[in-house]
């Protein structure tokens, strides 16, 4: 069988699709390390640790003694605020707070209406504070390391406003939830190196008292539900005054989610992101990233197709082999990517999640496209 000219062409044009297309994928953009490492200086930040619960008696205990104990040299104390709740709560933070030196409680009321209860409980807290830094995070979150704490504290300089640390899901989760998490954070942490701040969906975040207190912390978010990080990175998270903490142990590890609060989870982020600014590039790129990725597998599954139908063999395996190239890039790319986030997803099954990320993200843009806007904000 001769090789036709057109056979030549359509050949090279997949191949070059393929080799392009990898370049489109937030695996193959790895945070960098940002800013001078502090770790060893003497010059340790004093830190206030805010957490907000309610109804979490389970993950308080097993969560807030590893924020409690870490290995750190400066001042730091962790702040508990209830948000009024309905089981054994405040009867662990009790016992805890025995335990513990540096562990401070208060509470939000229950009659609190027309505001958002968590966002009015992470400013109880601050304004609780003793210190100048205070890191948000959440009773379901855990440090990875006992280093994490001087991990933050490294990227605390007098031109640092705000820094953002990884936050992923603990290895009982699902391995597509573990993956797209790691997605959106490199996704978000590009967008915060090279450009501006657009969103943070992360448990993980530091920040100046003094600039929340000025700026009047949620007052211009106070009305949505939810979108706490998301709102306060991308209103204070200024260009070259926010730090991506990029290292292993800056890391905290979020409790598996059950399906219902990961849905809810996301339908929320999907609401908060219609209100954000500078999201213009961000979604440009996210969408190359779709796009390139189903293009290519469009193309070279509708080329094989035809191949077939028309007896044009050697097409047909030419197309199947840009095909199979096209995935063992793409899963040693994923390796390293798991390598690098300290992750244990099998790279053989990322593309297949890739590919299928696309389709679940659309479904929960139609959920949330039929939820009523109150369901958002406060009522």
Not at 304 to 309: E, K, Y
Request: glycine content about 4%; proline content about 3%; aromatic content about 10%.
């Amino acid at each position: 069988m001769t090789i036709d000219t057109l056979t030549i062409i359509i050949g090279a044009a997949l191949i070059g699709l393929s080799l392009f297309s990898v370049v489109f994928t937030p695996l193959i953009r790895k945070p960098r390390k940002d800013k001078t490492d502090r770790q060893n200086q003497n010059d340790f930040p004093s830190i206030s640790i805010v957490l907000a619960v309610h109804d979490g008696e389970e993950e308080i205990e097993r969560n807030l003694p590893k924020f409690l104990t870490q290995d750190y040299e400066g001042q730091f104390e962790v702040i508990v605020v209830d948000e009024s709740s309905t089981d054994n709560t405040a009867e662990v933070l009790k016992r805890l707070k025995n335990n513990y030196h540096n562990l401070y409680t208060t509470f939000i009321p229950d009659s609190s209406h027309y505001i958002s209860r968590r966002k009015l409980a992470l400013t109880v807290g601050v304004k609780a504070a003793k210190h100048d830094w205070i890191i948000f995070s959440d009773a379901d979150c855990s440090p990875a390391d006992d280093k994490w704490l001087r991990a933050m504290a490294a990227k605390c300089d007098n031109d640092t406003e705000l820094v953002i640390g990884a936050t992923r899901y603990h290895s009982d989760a699902t391995d597509y939830q573990r993956l797209e998490r790691l997605m959106t954070w490199w996704r978000e942490a590009y967008e915060t190196q090279h450009r501006q701040v657009f969103t943070y969906s992360g448990h993980n975040m530091m920040f100046r008292r003094e600039k929340f207190v000025k700026d009047n912390g949620f007052l211009n978010s106070l009305m949505y539900l939810r979108g706490e990080y998301d709102f306060l990175a991308n209103e204070y998270g200024e260009t070259m005054k926010t730090v991506v903490a990029a290292e292993p142990q800056a890391t905290l590890i979020e409790d598996a989610p059950s399906k219902k609060t990961w849905i809810n989870d996301h339908l929320y982020h999907i609401e908060t992101r219609k209100h954000l600014k500078h999201g213009r590039l961000y979604k440009t790129l996210e969408n190359a990233d779709t796009f390139m990725l189903h293009l290519n597998l469009t193309c070279h599954i509708a080329v094989i197709a035809l191949a077939t139908v028309t007896g044009n063999y050697i097409l047909c395996a030419a197309a199947a082999l840009s095909l199979l190239v096209n995935y063992l890039i793409r899963v040693i790319i994923a390796g390293n990517a798991m390598r690098a986030a300290n992750e244990t997803i099998s790279p053989m099954k990322i593309p297949f999640l890739e590919s299928f990320m696309a389709w679940r993200n659309l479904s929960l843009k139609i959920k949330h496209s039929k939820c009523d806007k109150y369901d958002f904000i406060r009522r």
